[in-house]
Each structure stands twice: as C-alpha cells, then as structure tokens.
C-alpha cells in the first residue's frame, strides 16, 4: 500500500473505499464548539447508529402496549432478548455463542468472573498486568486481592516496557517464564487504552498456560477493534465494554467470555442469582439454583432491555460490515494517519503506539513534546474531538465504520498549525 499525501488522495481513497456508506449509518456530529467537527474519539465513546434510536423506541413501544407481557412476547420476547446478542457478539470476539454473555459492565463482569477464577494459594496469588493499565483494573484486581487476605501491592505484579511505553512479548514471556509460579492470573489490556499497543493475545495466552497461569483479557479497547479468536487462542476468560468501538451507548451493557471448558465446572459459574437459572425452571421460583449452560448461568440479574436494544442496533451494523472488512479499513486509515503525522516538519511529535500494524488497532497515541492542555483545548476549539491524558499524550482513533480519510487528514492539518 502506498500512501500520499493530499486532499485528492485522500478524497479518491474515501471514493473507493468499500465501508464509505457507513458513515451514513451514523449520527457524525456536524459541529463541535461552532466549528466543523472531526470526531477521533471511537476509542471513547463510539457514536450513535441512526438505527438505534428505533431499536430503542420499539421496546418503549411494548412496554406501553404490554406491559409484563413483552417478557414473553411470541416473536421478540425480553427474556431471551439478551441470548439473541449472543452469536453476533460472538463473531466479533471469535467465540462459540454458548461461550458469550451480553451483561452488567465492564468492571462489574470482571468481579463476577475472578469471583470464581481468582483463587489464590501462598504460592501463587499474583495477577499479572500490563503498565498503564487501566485504573479501574487495577483497583478491581487490587481489591480482590485484599478480598483474600493478600498484600494488594504485592499481589498485583505488572509488566513495565524494555524501554519506551512498548513491551515486548519477549519481556512479558520472560517475567511469566520466571515467575509464574506466583501467578494465578494473567490479566491484560488486549489493546492497551494509553498505548494502543495491541499484545499477542495467543502467544502470551500460551505462554502463561504453559507456567499453569489461568489468562484472562480486558478488551475493552480491542473488541470491535482487533480481530480476535478468542475460543481458538485458548483464552480462559474475557470481559469488555460495548461502548467504546462497538457504538452500544454511554454506559451500555457489556460482554464477557467463558471458555467452554469451564462450563458445567464445579465452582462455576461463581456468583448465583436467578437470572443464570435454566429458563424452563427460572420461573419455578423454588428449586435449587440449576445454571442454564455457558455463558447464560453467569447471568445474575434481570436484563435492561431498553439498555440491550442499543447492542441490538449496534451489532446489526457489526454484522454488516464484517470485522475483516472493518480491519482491513482500519489498517489502512490508521496507516494514513501515522504517514501524515511522520512526515510533519516538526520534532515535537512522537507516537508511543507501536509502528507494526499487527500490534495496533485503530488508536494512535501521540506525545507532543512540551505541550500541556492547552494545545488540547486549541484542537479542540478547532472542532476536533479526540482525547488528552496527561502530561503530554494525544489519543486519536479514526473508526472505520464512519471516519474517512478526509478527517485524518484534516485533523493532521489542523494539528499541524497548532505545533
Ligand atoms: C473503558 C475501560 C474500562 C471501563 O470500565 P467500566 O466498568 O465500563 O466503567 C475498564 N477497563 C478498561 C481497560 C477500559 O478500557
């Protein structure tokens, strides 16, 4: 692939781009701060499908029509609302559909599952993470630790880069090789939030099940991002949120996947409620907890299915498109934005995302050399929507499903006034 630069290549590539109609799939703010917006943000918040909006007042529709009824409605009833999400998030993740549950969030799902994962002896008790992994991983894996009477801070032990923000496979093996044997869990970002580095999910997933690690991922940042395979790779467990690339909506319910062979394992699933009873006795209200198979039983509570209809709307888009011919788009529109970017006339720049495609997504995370928030605020002044973390780092991520290569280059363009 050859890039050049330019609005009229950048133009002909969105012409003959096979995803350009996507975009009209999608509510594209048309303004952001009263200028032109160039929305970079997927990695954050992924923007609202138009079909959402429908999805969402169909299930209005039928509570006002049906009230308690609409749970077993004969064609389209709630209870088994959250199951029909199952399969196509499914694809998305490379799981078998038993393996995939749609519920609660993000970091919720990953209590319920180290509830029955996480099962720490003197020996081994460590949860190995990435550096800059995110917060909310952190105090979640931290306070499991203390929930089993560990050291937090010695119980949570993380990978750090050779040098740089980047960490090697080579290093993340190495610390597995020598000190799995105090490792319960292996725990990473599939796709690191900070770094956009994409890890070698089934190296190191093998790696750490060859030291009797159990390895978990948080995809938060790779799910509907990253091509995955998650039931091939071996992985034992995965949880992600479907707000990010995966366009469900500010807060919307998340997925999590149980590899097969744990399922109708004693101990699991971990946390019981009747929601992850078996449907034809779930109503019964008297027998024993019996866990519908897979990932169903992991299920606790009552799903919101005003909240589901956004998945439902989201991976119908998913579905069409196809995560190949998403990657494929999401290779070269990153490309572009990384060829723009080296060849500024400027020494201020630096990416801390890694140059190989294979090791990325869609994120590139720019360090800006000597800047502060205020160049943030400029950009943002400018119309562009992206994301600032402290001290000096840019995060932008052009989303194949509605970002063209026009935006990556005028988002360069303005960038470039502002360095
Ligand atoms: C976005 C993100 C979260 C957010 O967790 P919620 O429970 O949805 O608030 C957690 N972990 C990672 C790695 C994330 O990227």
């Known amino acids: 692939m050859i890039y050049s630069p330019g609005k009229s290549f950048a133009e002909q590539m969105d012409r003959e781009d096979p995803l350009r109609g996507f975009r009209e799939k999608f509510h594209y703010p048309d303004q952001h701060r009263g200028k032109k917006c160039i929305y970079l943000c997927g990695n954050s918040l992924g923007l609202q ?21 609409g749970w077993f409605d004969k064609e389209d009833p709630w209870v088994t609302y959250a199951e029909t999400l199952s399969e196509p998030m499914a694809r998305i993740v490379g799981a078998e559909e038993h393996e995939v549950a749609v519920m609660n969030s993000l970091t919720v799902n990953l209590h319920l599952i180290l509830s029955a ?84 999910i089934p190296e190191i997933t093998r790696s750490a099940h060859n030291e009797g690690c159990l390895v978990g991922w948080d995809l938060a940042h790779a ?11 071996d992985v034992d467990f995965a949880a992600w949120c479907n707000y990010k690339y995966l366009n469900s909506g500010p807060g919307s319910i998340a997925g999590v996947f149980i590899h097969e062979r744990f399922h109708g394992e004693a101990g699991m699933p971990g946390l019981a409620g009747w929601w992850g009873q078996k449907l034809d006795s779930r109503f019964n ?25 956004s998945v439902r709307s989201s991976l119908a888009v998913f579905e069409e498109a196809g995560m190949p011919r998403i990657r494929e788009k999401s ?5 572009y934005l990384e060829y ?41 002044n400018k119309g562009i929507v992206a994301d600032w973390r402290e001290p000096d780092v840019i995060r932008v991520a052009p989303a194949p499903l509605y970002n063209s290569y026009m935006d990556v280059g005028e988002f360069v363009e303005i960038l470039e006034d502002e360095i």
Request: proline letters at 6%; aromatic letters at 8%.
């Open 49 to 69: 499908p138009k079909s959402t909006r429908e999805h969402i007042n169909k299930e209005l529709e039928r509570w006002q029509l049906q009230g308690v009824e």
């Open 117 to 200: 994962f996480y099962k720490p002896t003197k020996e081994r008790y460590k949860i190995l993470i990435e550096s800059d992994a995110f917060p909310s991983d952190r105090y979640a894996f931290e306070s499991q630790v203390g929930l089993h009477g560990f050291d937090p801070v010695d119980g949570i032990l993380e990978v750090t880069p050779d040098e740089g923000t980047i960490i090697s496979t080579e290093k993340i093996n190495k610390v597995i090789s020598e000190r799995g044997h105090e490792i319960a869990i292996v725990l990473l970002g599939g796709v690191n939030y900070y770094t956009g580095q994409w890890f070698d």
């Open 223 to 233: 799910a509907g991002n990253v091509p995955l395979n998650l039931h091939g790779d």
């Open 285 to 309: 209200m008297r027998k024993p907890w019996d866990p519908a198979e897979g990932a169903k039983g992991w299920v606790i509570s009552t799903p919101t299915i005003l909240a589901l209809a």
């Open 331 to 335: 290779v070269r529109l990153t490309g």
């Open 340 to 380: 723009l970017l080296s060849n500024l006339q400027t020494d201020r720049i630096s990416l801390i995302t890694p140059k190989d495609p294979t090791s990325r997504g869609a994120q590139l995370s720019i360090r800006v050399n000597g800047a502060d928030k205020n160049l943030f605020e400029t950009l943002s």
